[in-house]
């Protein structure tokens, strides 16, 4: 049986008799801030339109899934969040990306991707740990950021310990990241990302490679980040969809075809292709 978020809560009011009486389970409205804003987002491999006039909202401290067919988009939806488009030729984008709450627009032009990157941080399919020991991944990008040396060993055990990983690690810090079996070397990553205290985290498949028990810790640890920061998921994995996220996005051909509650899109689509997709029928 699939679990859903529902983002709504039960109500208990008092009986005549004073014993609590549950009152039948009501959506109650999310009060989370709007983190980022998409305005008629298009992106262009040379002149191929991958992404066609994206707009849709991502609300704070959420797990917002993209799902769809190979091919339809939602990759490359995710790398113009921090302008990984940017280090190959002949791309281009087209409307805006917003980031609350300094309104500032991702992909213009201005903006650097390198400081993008810095508050935008993303984690792979595949576990891509550096050459380095687990402390220097964690630590490379404070370095980056100038962080004194006096504060990495503080910073390094705190991204460690959010990403679930450092009571496993703790002792042999200097010990080189292949060391680590592929769920850790992936968590690895996740602190890496973190370790520079992002506004928002990209994972892009982040379980695909790994076994069913390296997949529930990272569904775990997405779970408890979410109370830290705004998470984007890209999943082939319906029922990870169902039970990681709080909102859903269901692209097809490069469109935004339907998009709202994870409860709602699982349960009661509103557009025919969004249940033939959800059911089985193609993709």
């Not at 990157?117 to 740990?129: E, T």
């Amino acid at each position: 049986m699939v679990s859903l978020r529902t983002g709504s809560s039960f109500r208990v009011t008092p009986s005549p008799t004073g014993s609590p009486t549950p009152m039948p389970l009501t959506p109650e409205p999310d009060t989370r801030a709007i983190k980022a804003e998409l305005h008629d987002l298009s992106f262009y491999y040379g002149s191929f339109k991958a992404v066609k006039n994206v707009s849709m909202i991502f609300r704070q401290n959420a797990v917002t899934a993209l799902i769809g067919p190979s091919g339809c988009g939602k990759t490359t939806l995710l790398r113009c969040f921090n302008r990984m488009h940017d280090l190959y030729p002949n791309t281009r984008y087209e409307g805006r990306i917003t980031l609350h709450p300094s309104g500032i627009n991702i992909i213009d032009p201005k903006v650097s991707p390198v400081e993008m990157r810095m508050r935008i941080s993303m984690v792979f399919q595949k576990p891509n740990p550096f050459p380095k020991s687990i402390f220097e991944n964690v630590a490379y990008g404070l370095r980056l950021r100038g962080t004194r040396r006096s504060e990495l060993d503080g910073r390094v055990e705190k991204a460690l310990r959010g990403a679930a990983l450092w009571d496993e690690v703790k002792d042999r810090l200097k010990a080189g990241a292949y060391s680590l079996s592929g769920g850790q070397q992936q968590r690895l990553c996740i602190a890496r990302a973190l370790a520079v205290e992002p506004e928002i985290v990209l994972f892009d498949e982040p379980t695909s490679a790994l076994d069913p028990i390296a997949t529930g810790k990272i569904e775990e640890l997405i779970d408890e980040l979410r109370t830290r920061v705004t998470i984007l998921i890209v999943t082939h994995n319906m029922q990870q969809a169902s039970r990681v996220s709080d909102d859903t996005a269901f692209m097809y051909l490069g469109e935004l075809v339907e998009f709202g509650p994870t409860a709602k899109i699982f349960q009661n689509p509103s557009k025919p292709l969004t249940e033939q997709y959800i059911s089985g029928r193609f993709g």
